[in-house]
């Protein structure tokens, strides 16, 4: 079974720029995540999917950051535009609707975004 | 805001020494722990799901213990091997909630 994907793996970026990640989740999970990781610090939820409708984008800072997951499959995530504390490791996830709190998320391996 | 911490951040271990590491969360509304491997370079792999008090998992040489009325859980490696290297991440569920959240991580470096 094919895992989670995601790209690019990295970036770099002057501040004041724009940026855009793309994640295709594990075929059938329904769910879908987005966090942001700042090193040092652990993964923060940005958005979470189901389907295509969005579940919690509580902590997506919307002046700069948008998401958006098109026919309930691949997502994207842009930053527009980005600032220095943007630099962070975004992480895209995946899971199969089930009970709540149990379910087993499946990680891409992340795009590491430098803004300088 | 919930807090989860995890101590300590980073350890050393000498291959063949055995090791644990705490996760601490809110007692109260618990409802699940996720731990987390994350080797360098690769996806973080879920390692257990944890949700009754007293509950022990274990995958080989890693285990899991969890205390939910004291609020945290240890994780055990036995006798670490060079591949055990990575981050341990711990993700608290609360009741009623809808996401993880996420400690910050013990980083552990096992030296041949």
Same mark, same amino acid.
């Given at each position: 079974?094919?895992?989670?994907?995601?790209?690019?793996?990295?970036?770099?970026?002057?501040?004041?720029?724009?940026?855009?990640?793309?994640?295709?989740?594990?075929?059938?999970?329904?769910?879908?995540?987005?966090?942001?990781?700042?090193?040092g610090q652990g993964p923060k939820l940005l958005i979470q999917f189901q389907n295509n409708g969005v579940v919690d984008d509580s902590q997506?800072?919307?002046?700069?950051?948008?998401?958006?997951?098109?026919?309930?499959?691949?997502? %994207?995530?842009?930053?527009?535009?980005?600032?220095?504390?943007?630099?962070?490791?975004?992480?895209?996830?995946?899971?199969?609707?089930?009970?709540?709190?149990?379910? %087993?998320?499946?990680?891409?391996?992340?795009?590491?975004?430098?803004?300088? | 805001?919930?807090?989860?911490?995890?101590?300590?951040?980073?350890?050393?271990?000498?291959?063949?020494?055995?090791?644990?590491?705490?996760?601490?969360?809110?007692?109260?509304?618990?409802?699940?722990?996720?731990?987390?491997?994350?080797?360098?370079?690769?996806?973080?792999?879920?390692?257990?799901?944890?949700?009754?008090?007293?509950?022990?998992?274990?995958?080989?040489?890693?285990?899991?213990?969890?205390?939910?009325?004291?609020?945290?859980?240890?994780?055990?490696?036995?006798?670490?091997?060079?591949?055990?290297?990575?981050?341990?991440?711990?993700?608290?569920?609360?009741?009623?909630?809808?996401?993880?959240?996420?400690?910050?991580?013990?980083?552990?470096?096992?030296?041949?």
């Amino acid at each position: 079974e094919a895992g989670v994907a995601q790209s690019p793996r990295y970036k770099i970026i002057e501040k004041r720029q724009s940026v855009a990640f793309w994640c295709n989740p594990i075929s059938g999970h329904a769910t879908l995540y987005w966090y942001q990781q700042i090193l040092g610090q652990g993964p923060k939820l940005l958005i979470q999917f189901q389907n295509n409708g969005v579940v919690d984008d509580s902590q997506l800072p919307k002046d700069r950051f948008s998401a958006e997951r098109l026919k309930g499959v691949d997502s %994207t995530l842009k930053i527009q535009p980005a600032k220095l504390e943007d630099s962070a490791v975004y992480l895209c996830a995946s899971s199969v609707p089930g009970t709540v709190g149990t379910e %087993t998320q499946y990680f891409g391996p992340g795009t590491r975004l430098l803004v300088l | 805001i919930l807090n989860v911490e995890q101590s300590p951040q980073s350890l050393h271990v000498q291959e063949g020494d055995s090791t644990n590491f705490t996760c601490s969360f809110p007692s109260s509304n618990f409802y699940a722990l996720h731990w987390y491997r994350w080797e360098t370079a690769k996806s973080p792999e879920a390692l257990f799901v944890m949700t009754l008090n007293g509950d022990e998992k274990k995958k080989g040489r890693i285990s899991a213990t969890l205390n939910t009325k004291e609020g945290y859980s240890y994780l055990y490696i036995k006798g670490s091997q060079p591949e055990d290297s990575a981050t341990y991440l711990c993700a608290f569920h609360k009741a009623a909630g809808n996401k993880l959240t996420f400690g910050g991580g013990t980083r552990v470096l096992v030296k041949p």
